[in-house]
């Protein structure tokens, strides 16, 4: 064994265990207990027409999607144990192509506005039988999508 190859064995070890000790703090930094990268559905009565109901998908670098009545819009997430932060885009102009005729009324467009207002003003979250239950003005009740 070279005097080469015996050094670059050695900065290969003391790279891994650099790296590890920087990623493991950043991993134990996440809340464990999240659904992550899953649909979660609002607990709410259906609001016809149409069948589109209210969702939350979140990432584990923090970028989400909020799906409302009628629109989508992006959002960034801050978590820790207990408590959640929501930056999410306005509310865009144009309706989504997917939606059919009629299927977006003035009362599933408010609607859209109203949900975007509450999401943004929560605090905190956690995690009880299953659903991810946000904290704030009006509490609101996900679960995970069965589709």
């Known amino acids: 064994m070279s005097f080469f190859r015996l050094i670059a064995g050695r900065r290969f070890v003391v790279s891994a265990v650099v ?3 920087m990623i493991v703090p950043a991993l134990a930094q996440l809340p464990s207990s999240f659904p992550f990268d899953q649909e979660l559905l609002l607990e709410t009565p259906p609001m016809r027409p149409g069948k589109r109901m209210p969702s939350l998908t979140v990432e584990r670098n923090g970028n989400a999607i909020i799906d409302l009545w009628c629109k989508s819009v992006p959002a960034r997430l801050e978590l820790s144990e207990t408590t959640i932060k929501l930056d999410a885009a306005p509310l865009p102009d144009e309706l989504p192509q997917m939606q059919s ?5 003035p009362e599933r467009l408010a609607a859209d506005s109203a949900l975007l207002e509450k999401l943004t003003q929560v605090t905190g979250w956690q995690r009880q039988s299953g659903m991810l239950l946000l904290d704030g003005p009006s509490p609101m009740r996900f679960r995970a999508g069965t589709n």
């Open 101 to 105: 005729a009629g299927q977006c009324t």
């Open 19 to 21: 790296a590890a000790t």
